[in-house]
């Protein structure tokens, strides 16, 4: 027993580095002036913070984060608002048209943004939504509304009927009802459906790429692929934007870890 | 006086009571209710469904991406990707993709969770490691493993060179870079499968393996016919979900290869951005969007009612 205890310990040894192993290719890269062509593995043995400067200014990752913050924000709350008010009617008053409405908004789930990013595109060119804040917002909201809806409308239908008959024995109204009971009893869902969509909003790239191309409007993904593809042989700096870019949400994850692992796996156990 | 405002009040009466009864009425409504999925449907009828029947729109004509004019040219685009040359390959890479991706996942991602579900000092630490992938940015993981398998100076190649003198070129091989490909995407979801198949295997009750035990079974058998069938949920909703992200895989193919060299690393995905941005073919570039559609809807949803129905049978 204790020698495949051994073994397994050993084993598990094993898996961490190789699944540490891109981090630590990252830190050494990032940290390796830029004459220093010693190999990827060697640490450098001083610290050259020189790329982290040339990147946050050359790939103006400043603006990126700023624009990154604002448009995580600005979609999660607005999607939780929107989810959260779509689900209430689907959870507790199955008429068939209800019925009909949930299936619809969850079908959408399978749709890949990407395929419909032709017309999209001419859209927003037509509106006026290139570049734009709201643009930008409102298509991240309307593609993660599915998975909020899904998880608040289950949410809500594990939260007994009887509270809803003893709310309105004392006078509230249907609206009240939502607002003042169910609304305050989502905060458990909530803390998971902000991390769920708000990951998936901060590392977006596929949409961000087409929609946010001006320099100033960038969001850090789209800052970092263009500064890749002006600077493809100077690896230290891609390295050094890559790592501040993972930095922020690594430490968040590390200390909210139980949280991040719950939250992200709600929406896969349950999509 | 005194009478007069009394009568007064008697007949302003009723109409204040109808009024609120109205707004009652209206706040207690269902059909009020439902006005609070409008914003929703507003939303996915102007993102999703007026442009899905755009997109199919655009996909029978000969639009630039740009300019005003155009023709409408019928099913061309269609027929256009019979006599393509690169497709057939692009359509390989997808399902390589995804279905290269779903396996290596699930087979993976269960050993994994069954390490992890044994008694062992410092699982913890394995856990947070094997997850912190999927909270990055698939084109950041893109960019990483980029200095792994890199030419110049890529860490792969440093030990490559402690043995032969020739660098290996490896994301410029056709027949390896799309595996390199597959490998991170891999690498990156892992995570996920490992969690909810060690949930998974959290919900199997002892008992079944201490009857096992007991008639002498050995634990290949346990694990093909308990485990297994006990986990066939888990396996559903990994296998369909990792079906649908690997499927539509972009940002990775974006980071590594960016498709080439030429399409042969593409997938629909990259191709179609190819198409559109880079040679301005917006017409073809919509039918192929609508392509990737019919592929990903009929491959995910088959996997799905097939996978539930060995559920219910086992």
Redesign the interface.
């Known amino acids: 027993m204790n020698k495949t205890?051994k073994r397994?310990?050993a084993?598990?040894f094993i898996?961490?580095l190789f699944?540490?192993?891109?981090?630590y290719?990252?830190t050494t890269?990032s940290f390796k002036a830029v004459d220093d062509?010693s190999?990827?593995?060697a640490f450098p043995g001083y610290w050259y913070i020189d790329n982290f400067i040339n990147v946050w200014h050359g790939a103006n990752l400043g603006q990126a984060f700023f624009n990154n913050i604002i448009i995580t924000v600005v979609s999660v709350v607005l999607t939780i608002i929107?989810?959260a008010?779509?689900a209430?009617?689907?959870a507790?008053?199955k008429?068939r048209?209800?019925r009909f409405?949930y299936t619809?908004?969850i079908s959408?789930l399978?749709?890949?943004p990407?395929?419909?990013?032709?017309?999209?595109?001419?859209?927003f060119v037509d509106v006026g939504a290139m570049n734009s804040y709201w643009g930008i917002i409102?298509?991240h909201?309307?593609?993660h509304?599915p998975l909020t809806?899904f998880l608040y409308t289950g949410f809500i239908g594990t939260i007994p009927r009887e509270l809803d008959e003893a709310a309105m024995i004392d006078g509230c109204?249907?609206?009240?009802l939502?607002l003042r009971i169910i609304m305050p009893l989502l905060k458990p869902v909530t803390a998971t459906v902000v991390i769920l969509i708000g990951?998936g909003i901060?590392?977006?790239?596929?949409f961000s790429?087409f929609f946010l191309s001006a320099p100033e409007s960038r969001t850090?993904?789209v800052s970092?692929?263009s500064f890749?593809g002006q600077y493809t042989?100077n690896?230290g700096w891609?390295?050094a934007g890559?790592l501040t870019?993972?930095l922020p949400?690594?430490i968040a994850?590390?200390f909210l870890?139980r949280y991040?692992?719950t939250g992200?796996?709600a929406g896969?156990?349950k999509? | 006086m005194h009478v007069e405002s009394k009568l007064e009040r008697s007949r302003t009466r009723p109409e204040i009571k109808q009024k609120t009864r109205f707004f009652e009425k209206l706040l207690n409504s269902k059909a009020l209710l439902n006005l609070m999925y409008l914003p929703t449907l507003i939303l996915f009828s102007a993102f999703i469904f007026f442009p899905f029947i755009k997109g199919i729109d655009i996909s029978l004509t000969n639009w630039d991406g740009y300019s005003q004019e155009f023709r409408r040219i019928g099913l061309e685009n269609y027929k256009r990707m019979l006599s393509d040359p690169d497709i057939l390959n692009v359509i390989k890479n997808t399902f390589i993709y995804g279905v290269g991706s779903t396996l290596l996942q699930n087979i993976i991602g269960l050993g994994y969770a069954i390490l992890l579900n044994q008694s062992i000092k410092g699982k913890g630490i394995v856990r947070t490691i094997v997850y912190l992938p999927v909270i990055i940015s698939p084109l950041i993981m893109g960019y990483i493993w980029y200095f792994f398998f890199q030419y110049n100076g890529g860490a792969l190649n440093d030990i490559i060179l402690l043995f032969t003198d020739q660098p290996a070129n490896l994301l410029a091989d056709p027949k390896l870079n799309v595996w390199i490909i597959t490998f991170v995407n891999t690498f990156q979801y892992i995570g996920v499968a490992m969690i909810v198949y060690l949930a998974g295997l959290q919900s199997i009750s002892k008992d079944y393996y201490e009857a096992a035990q007991l008639d002498g079974a050995s634990a290949l058998s346990q694990f093909k016919n308990i485990t297994l069938p006990l986990l066939a949920p888990s396996i559903t909703i990994n296998i369909v979900l990792n079906l649908i992200g690997g499927l539509k895989l972009f940002d990775v193919i974006k980071a590594m290869t960016d498709g080439g060299p030429g399409y042969a690393s593409a997938s629909l995905s990259t191709m179609m951005y190819q198409i559109y941005f880079a040679r301005q073919d917006a017409g073809y570039a919509a039918s192929l969007g609508n392509l990737m559609f019919v592929i990903i809807c009929v491959v995910s949803l088959t996997a799905l009612f097939y996978l539930r129905k060995r559920e219910v049978q086992e």
């Open positions: 205890k397994f310990i084993l598990l898996i961490s699944h540490i192993l891109p981090f290719l990252l890269t062509v190999s990827k593995w929107i989810g008010f779509a209430y009617p689907l507790r008053y008429s048209l209800n409405m619809l908004f959408v399978i749709v890949p990407l395929t419909i990013l032709v017309p999209l595109y001419k859209m409102l298509l909201v309307t593609f509304l809806i109204t249907r609206v009240g939502f990951v901060w590392n977006d790239y596929q790429v850090i993904t970092l692929s890749f042989n690896i891609v390295a890559s870019a993972v949400i690594t994850y590390l870890q991040f692992i992200l796996n896969s156990v999509g």
